[in-house]
């Protein structure tokens, strides 16, 4: 992958992650509300999913899309000193479809 369109995946997935982001919090702040708004126990409902096993979910996804903004930000940074496309533990280059799929992508199928 050459370097622009990795910067441009890169960029792209970083919006999308934000997104992400701003779109869970959201859910979690709903969750919240919902649970400050009810005096029933949630905990023992036949009817499905509890409130805390919804917020568990959501914060586990805004976890993940937080350590992917991480290692966005260190692609950027490998990409800027000309590291980007070579596994950090043995120095080969990351296959090509692996970087199409996961641009962040900082090991070789090998080391991930």
Known sequence: MDATAARDALTRARSE???????LGAEID???DARRDSNND???????TTLA???????????GA???????GGALDRLSAGDYGRCE???AAIAEGRLA?????????THA
Not at 53 to 63: C, F, G, I, N
Not at 66 to 72: C, P, S, T, Y
């Open 17 to 23: 992650t934000r997104e992400l982001l701003r779109s």
């Open 66 to 72: 937080l350590a992917r903004l991480d290692e966005i």
């Open 30 to 32: 709903g969750i919240v």
């Open 101 to 109: 799929a996961r641009p962040w992508a900082s090991r070789c199928i």
């Open 53 to 63: 096993y919804e917020r568990s979910q959501a914060d586990a996804l805004r976890v």
């Open 89 to 91: 533990v043995c120095g």
């Open 42 to 48: 949630d905990e023992h409902d036949p009817e499905g």
